[in-house]
């Protein structure tokens, strides 16, 4: 998330073009960042300690690298059955799409 030229981007979607004016880092912008990673982790139960994932997962890290400690969103829960593949085993409670 970034400012050009006073208006908010995905940087990540965003074509650079010459004599742009890109601002990175606002207090707005690192709330709305927050806020995004909130979204990406709702219902997660950040017990990132506890997870048979723990010190394995993208979502934890950058969980962890946005200082997100708690959840101020969530969504009605939906109860899909865990499945499992030889060894691994999936709960789609704890996954993010």
């Given at each position: 998330?970034?400012?050009?030229?006073?208006?908010?981007?995905?940087?990540?979607?965003?074509?650079?073009?010459?004599?742009?004016?890109?601002?990175?880092?606002?207090?707005?912008?690192?709330?709305?960042?927050?806020?995004?990673?909130?979204?990406?982790?709702?219902?997660?139960?950040?017990?990132?300690?506890?997870?048979?994932?723990?010190?394995?997962?993208?979502?934890?890290?950058?969980?962890?690298?946005?200082?997100v400690d708690s959840q101020d969103f969530c969504?009605?829960?939906?109860?899909?059955?865990?499945?499992?593949?030889?060894?691994?085993?999936?709960?789609?409670?704890?996954?993010?799409?």
């Amino acid at each position: 998330m970034v400012d050009i030229d006073g208006k908010r981007h995905y940087a990540c979607n965003t074509k650079i073009k010459d004599g742009m004016n890109i601002t990175t880092t606002t207090q707005e912008i690192e709330n709305e960042r927050i806020a995004i990673m909130k979204s990406y982790a709702v219902n997660h139960p950040l017990e990132c300690g506890v997870c048979d994932k723990s010190g394995e997962c993208e979502l934890q890290d950058y969980v962890t690298l946005m200082c997100v400690d708690s959840q101020d969103f969530c969504i009605e829960p939906s109860f899909l059955p865990m499945d499992s593949w030889s060894n691994i085993k999936y709960d789609p409670s704890l996954y993010i799409m």
